[in-house]
């Protein structure tokens, strides 16, 4: 028992020296189209890294896992990073996948991670695609595949993977179509990877998304599957990335944190022009024409609608059983945040996150709190942004900062 437990330790300490080293390296990413480095993160990366099949260590090995999140959190990028930070890994291998259309034809891009293995990956694929070896595009960062690869198809190229390195990841970036298509897929690919838990080989297979429709797939798949929830970046790390990005003087960070939640695509979309009535507008049609949609669907009176919104505003976690929230997750504009998800990111309850519910972000919460005082949905940003103001202005307890 002593030796068992002096050999786990050794191990303990040994992938805590090859983590740390490839958590370190993923701040030398950059991410593309803005130019700045990668932040935060740690804690999600260390917990994706860990090769342990217990949960309580972090992301089980031998397992499919399904990381949610609020759209544009980070989940491609922090996937993107991991992948880069492993290219000259000797111990781990890293594969990301994406589905891309081009012309109306459907490619799979793979990006591969890890010491002398981006030969092997092509052979792989060669012998999984005799029809297509010929069409396949080699790039910088791995391959492009003119046809669609499957979860099942990357679950038997990871395997094959296990005789190369120690370690090995797959991140599959989105459901192509609804989430609820892949539930036959998921149901599969547990029974592929059930007896790759091993001492010496490890194996992960992940799933991103922004599909919030996820969440009913969770329900259907049961233990089979784990589910985790990532999130936004915490208020410290999000004001760095705000700085990278030059704001203008006149535009004052906690607007900007009051609009967004500390979601850097939103962020980004905002630095694009710095015009904040802009974008709140186009946030603005974007609930107008869900709710519109509600209405001409459900047969809804103006009247229940407004009274289902102000519920969606005052106890978001009681507007779960309402016909509009599920128009409104439907549409990524709300989550669910239960307790059925492990936390990849701490998540805390603020006026925009309730227990099991919450905004993607909480200029759709301000955006339903301006419809319900105004008892219209031809709102207008100056409305919302006034919203807003009243409220730090009362110092009431919506704006009240939650501990990051």
């Given amino acids: 028992m002593e030796q068992v437990e002096k050999q786990n330790s050794n191990m303990d300490a040994e992938y805590d020296v090859v983590v740390s080293e490839l958590v370190n390296r993923i701040h030398e990413y950059v991410v593309k189209g803005i130019g700045v480095r990668f932040i935060d993160r740690e804690v999600e990366a260390k917990t994706i890294l860990y090769p342990y ?72 694929i060669v012998r999984m695609l005799p029809d297509i ?118 535009i004052p960070f906690n607007l900007i944190w009051d609009i967004s939640g500390g979601n850097p695509r939103e962020l980004i979309e905002i630095a694009s022009t710095w015009d904040i009535g802009h974008y709140v507008l186009r946030k603005i049609e974007h609930v107008r024409r869900v709710i519109e949609e509600y209405i001409r669907e459900e047969g809804k009176p103006l009247n229940e609608v407004y009274s289902e919104v102000k519920i969606h505003v005052g106890n978001l976690d009681e507007a779960g059983f309402l016909k509009l929230w599920t128009y409104l997750r439907r549409e990524n504009i709300v989550i669910d945040v239960d307790n059925r998800f492990e936390k990849l990111t701490p998540i805390h309850e603020t006026y925009w996150i309730g227990k099991e519910k919450a905004y993607q972000i909480p200029v759709y919460y301000w955006i339903l709190k301006t419809i319900s005082e105004q008892k219209t949905i031809n709102i207008t940003p100056k409305q919302v942004l006034n919203t807003i103001k009243t409220a730090i202005k009362g110092n009431t307890q919506p704006l009240k900062e939650t501990k990051t």
């Fill in 53 to 124: 099949p217990y949960l309580s260590r972090g992301i089980r090995i031998g397992r499919v896992t399904v990381i949610m999140g609020p759209r544009g959190c980070g989940k491609t990028e922090l996937a993107k990073a991991l992948t880069y930070s492993a290219m000259k890994s000797k111990r781990y291998t890293i594969i990301y996948v994406t589905h891309r259309e081009v012309k109306g034809a459907a490619k799979t891009i793979l990006e591969v991670a890890g010491l002398g293995v981006k030969e092997v990956v092509k052979n792989l």
């Fill in 133 to 250: 070896a010929s069409k396949i595009i080699t790039t910088s960062t791995g391959f492009e595949i003119p046809a669609i690869m499957t979860g099942i198809d990357i679950a038997s190229m990871l395997r094959q993977l296990l005789a190369h390195k120690e370690v090995v990841i797959g991140f599959i970036d989105e459901f192509r179509g609804s989430a609820m298509e892949y539930r036959q897929e998921l149901e599969i690919l547990p029974n592929i990877l059930r007896d790759l838990i091993d001492v010496d080989r490890k194996v992960k297979l992940i799933y991103l998304t922004s599909d919030t429709s996820a969440s009913e797939l969770c329900n259907l798949t049961g233990s089979k599957i784990d589910w985790w929830l990532t999130w936004n970046l915490p208020k410290q790390y999000f004001k760095k990335l705000y700085r990278e990005l030059t704001p203008p003087k006149h």
